[in-house]
């Protein structure tokens, strides 16, 4: 079982870094064809062609990330402590545990407690391939911890507060105990336009839209990618 886990911790590294390459363009590009064909041939996940349709990577690129989910994760789901283990191996100047944490329930849309490569790979064609509609509504499910459409203080707090934990040492400017509540009380002052104390969906959208930090801001797993 251990020899399992570590094996599928490898491979998901793995995948995690042949996603950098396929948002810029060079997932294929130093692959021979024959590696290329041999994904095709002996990779083959269920649901394919829903999959092309529902996403949008090509059949090419959908067969090449299931072939390093599947690999070496053969149980076809990733748990939230491999998902942590992976994600902290970008971060080891902080503490990535919380952020992955809420990033890992992101993902897993079934509330299951673990990570299929359906759930993966629509989360990723929303962050790296949606419309900036798409990846701002998928941002705003991350940030709605508790998940009832609305984001309140606490939960911005909480997600900020893992991010300055996450960054680490890296943080700039360095991070003092009411830094992550300054940056709530900034995004409230411009989002909160009704002044209720809660975020809507369309609230955290226009917000965005108006301004570019902020929305640069709110788009962390995009620039982890």
Known sequence: MAGCTCRCRQGLLKLMQSLQRLVSGTL?????DEEVEMATVCYRPEGLDQL????NFSKQEL????RGFKNECPSGVVNEETF???YAQFFPHGDASMYAHYLFNAFDTTNNGSIKFKDFVMGLSTLLRGTLREKLEWT????????????????????VRAIYDMM?????????GDVPQQHVDAFFQKMDKNKDGVLTLEEFIIACQEDEIMMRSMQLFENVM
């Open 168 to 176: 680490g040492k890296y943080t700039y400017p360095a991070l003092k």
């Open 28 to 32: 294929t590009k130093d692959r021979t």
């Open 84 to 86: 942590k283990h992976i």
């Open 63 to 66: 067969q090449i990330l299931y």
């Open 52 to 55: 092309e349709a529902q996403t």
């Open 140 to 159: 705003f499910h991350l940030y709605d911890i508790n998940k009832d459409g609305y984001i309140n203080r606490e939960e911005m707090t909480e997600i």
